[in-house]
T-cell receptor, first 114, second 113 residues
Framework: GAVVSQHPSWVICKSGTSVKIECRSL??????MFWYRQFPKQSLMLMAT?????????EQGVEKDKFLINHASLTLSTLTVTSAHPEDSSFYIC??????????FGPGTRLLVL | GESVGLHLPTLSVQEGDNSIINCAYS??????FIWYKQESGKGPQFIID?????DKRQGQRVTVLLNKTVKHLSLQIAATQPGDSAVYFC????????????FGGGTRLMVKP
């Protein structure tokens, strides 16, 4: 299957700081990437759809000013959690859509906000 | 399917037995389905997919069955191994919704040696 990477794999930050997570498709060009959040023992919840060269589409209830998404190239999307608070602590996972194929997921980024 | 919250259903099987994991979906417009395996602390891993014009698809040790009449999807794992222990999610794509996936609640598979 296709390879999608995320960086960092885990991050601990203080409340009020901003954290940037990168998602890269390593062996294909992804016009669409997705960002999910997963709480312990729960399923994946879609946060937003990131399209290369255009603004992201956010799911209902997700604050676009808090979770900034940039998809500057066909192989890179970034999620920035601004002014992070403890309730933002979660497992953030990105996926990339391989055209005419399927979605492949990154390994996830665990965020802990103190 | 929607997330079912904090309590994942668990399927416990003996090593070497066959496993069957089930998933119900509600949207009759869903036309593409995927099974993912997620190990603890990792991202979901693609296992197998099926389109709505098929009833069955086989991979290596895995088979996906789709019953559109009752909106039911199943994943069969043959000769289950300890390395198969993980949480399994079904995901559906609704026709016309672009490439967006909606995930089911997940089932935890535990393989006893």
């Amino acid at each position: 299957g296709a390879v999608v990477s995320q960086h960092p794999s885990w991050v601990i930050c203080k409340s009020g700081t901003s954290v940037k997570i990168e998602c890269r498709s390593l062996d294909f060009q992804a016009t669409t990437m997705f960002w999910y959040r997963q709480f312990p023992k729960q399923s994946l919840m879609l946060m937003a759809t990131s399209n290369e060269g255009s603004k992201a589409t956010y799911e209902q209830g997700v604050e676009k000013d808090k979770f900034l998404i940039n998809h500057a190239s066909l192989t890179l999307s970034t999620l920035t959690v601004t002014s992070a608070h403890p309730e933002d602590s979660s497992f953030y996972i990105c996926s990339a859509y391989w055209p005419k194929e399927t979605q492949y997921f990154g390994p996830g980024t665990r965020l802990l906000v103190l | 399917g929607e997330s079912v919250g904090l309590h994942l259903p668990t399927l416990s099987v003996q090593e070497g037995d066959n496993s069957i994991i089930n998933c119900a979906y509600s949207n009759s417009a869903s036309d593409y389905f995927i099974w993912y395996k997620q190990e603890s602390g990792k991202g979901p891993q693609f296992i197998i997919d099926i389109r709505s014009n098929m009833d069955k698809r086989q991979g290596q040790r895995v088979t996906v069955l789709l019953n559109k009449t009752v909106k039911h999807l199943s994943l069969q794992i043959a000769a289950t191994q300890p390395g198969d222990s993980a949480v399994y999610f079904c995901a559906e794509n609704v026709r016309g919704a672009g490439n967006m996936l909606t995930f089911g609640g997940g089932t935890r598979l535990m393989v006893k040696p």
